[in-house]
């Protein structure tokens, strides 16, 4: 070998051991990679849980995230992963008690638990009960409104309902393909989000599910993709985001039947519905930006960048609706203020017709046709009556007034 190709040699290995040195230099620097894949606002705002995983750069050890943390400053209040006896690997999913006494958890290691959190006469942070002990991990728990029942979704395709006093297993079916649990404000109902829709089950005042109430909503599209499901503060409308055409598919509960879709221009993940019913924010399944919507027209309000490069693995709204909580790339999710709508906008509790009659035919073909995925017919002059039918939820009453007006003129419109 010649000196000169001798020497190359040398300057290659000497680059290539830099490359090398600068990577593990980034590794080290980078002590621990996080991940918060659940989070949830205590009821009275003043708390924020969150659960997940903590491992080091080199992925040879793991340690779960199971804290609770002041909502204002963030501020660490109790470190639940560190009791001896809880659980042992990723905490896939918190909820609170209604009355903000209690965290449930689920995780990985196949467990949930319920721990003290609020009651003045449990020690903070104590473990209270840990159940289920499954062979596969727990996807999702869920705490009823009422309080008297927990419910946990779990890898062997299972939901299980737990009597929230004892912890007892109460029952449970079999499901396919489920993302996550909703229960409706009422506690009557347990809605999952699937490939092609929405189930939702009846649930006895005994914590049993009702075989001959279970309803599917399926998503009337060319890609069903189910990514999240949530229900309106009243339990009249069920929320169901449909990754695959960028929509939100909303049904009335009470038929089962759709209402309406909004269209949007990004694929949404996971869902959440503000409480006060105006908007919706959801984690982009495309990037790592969480997005909050108009609940009325889909338009986008507000976006916000994780810090990670991955999507947001949960997004939750303050019960004032005032504040929106997401996983981010560190140990601490962030809070956002949630943005206002615009005045000029009508809110889904803006239900008057002289409002609705006093849009354009340009506005209505805005708000209806393209950004609700809704086809208006014939003359704009019957666009104002075909749009309040459909803000009224008078959906069977749409159809026959659209088939009346494709086959003949519409007298209706000079009256």
């Not at 199971?66 to 963030?74: G, K, P, Q, V, Y």
């Not at 009702?210 to 409308?237: E, I, K, T």
């Not at 014939?378 to 086959?407: C, M, S």
Request: hydrophobic share 40%; glycine share 6%; proline share 5%.
């Amino acid at each position: 070998m010649s000196i000169k190709k001798h020497v190359i040699s040398i300057l290659a290995v000497l680059i290539l051991a830099g490359y090398i040195f600068q990577f593990v230099s980034v590794l080290h620097a980078q002590s621990q990679i996080t991940e918060i894949r659940s989070l949830a606002w205590s009821p009275n705002g003043t708390q924020v849980a969150m659960g997940g995983i903590t491992e080091p750069a080199d992925f040879s050890s793991y340690a779960p995230i199971l804290s609770i943390r002041n909502a204002t400053n963030m501020s660490p209040i109790v470190n639940l992963a560190t009791v001896s006896s809880g659980q042992t690997d990723t905490i896939t999913s918190v909820s609170w008690s209604p009355d903000g006494k209690y965290l449930a958890s689920g995780s990985a290691d196949g467990t949930i638990a319920v721990w003290a959190i609020n009651d003045p006469a449990k020690t903070l942070g104590q473990l209270l009960a840990k159940f289920g002990n499954f062979d596969t991990p727990v996807y999702n728990v869920a705490w009823s409104p009422d309080g008297k029942w927990i419910a946990s979704l779990e890898a062997v395709e299972q939901i299980t309902i737990w009597d929230a006093t004892n912890y007892n297993l109460v029952d449970s079916t079999s499901i396919i393909a489920s993302a996550n649990l909703s229960w409706s404000p009422d506690s009557a109902w347990l809605a999952t989000s699937t490939d092609n829709g929405a189930l939702i089950y009846k649930i006895s005042t005994t914590g049993t599910f009702v075989p001959s109430l279970q309803y599917n909503l399926f998503l009337d599209s060319s890609y069903p993709s189910a990514s999240g499901v949530s229900w309106n503060s009243s339990g009249n409308q069920i929320a169901v985001a449909n990754s695959g055409t960028n929509q939100i598919f909303i049904f009335d509960t009470s038929t089962q039947k759709l209402n309406r879709k909004l269209s949007l221009a990004n694929a949404p993940g996971t869902l959440a519905w503000s409480p006060d019913g105006t908007k919706f924010a959801f984690a982009d399944g495309n990037s790592s930006v969480v997005r909050i919507v108009n609940a009325t027209t889909g338009s986008e309000l507000a976006n916000y960048a994780t810090g990670s490069s991955n999507a947001a693995q949960t997004v939750a709204w303050k019960a004032d609706s005032s504040k929106v909580g997401f996983s981010s790339s560190g140990e601490t999710p962030q809070i956002v203020t949630a943005p206002g709508l615009p005045t000029s906008t009508p809110t889904p509790t803006d239900t008057s017709i002289a409002t609705r009659t006093n849009l354009t035919p340009d506005d209505l073909y805005r708000m209806v046709k393209i950004e609700g995925g809704v086809n208006l017919v014939g003359d704009t002059k019957t666009w104002p009556k075909q749009a309040r039918l459909l803000a009224d939820g008078k959906i069977q009453e749409f159809e026959e007034y659209v088939k009346y007006l494709v086959n003949s003129r519409d007298t209706d419109s000079k009256s």
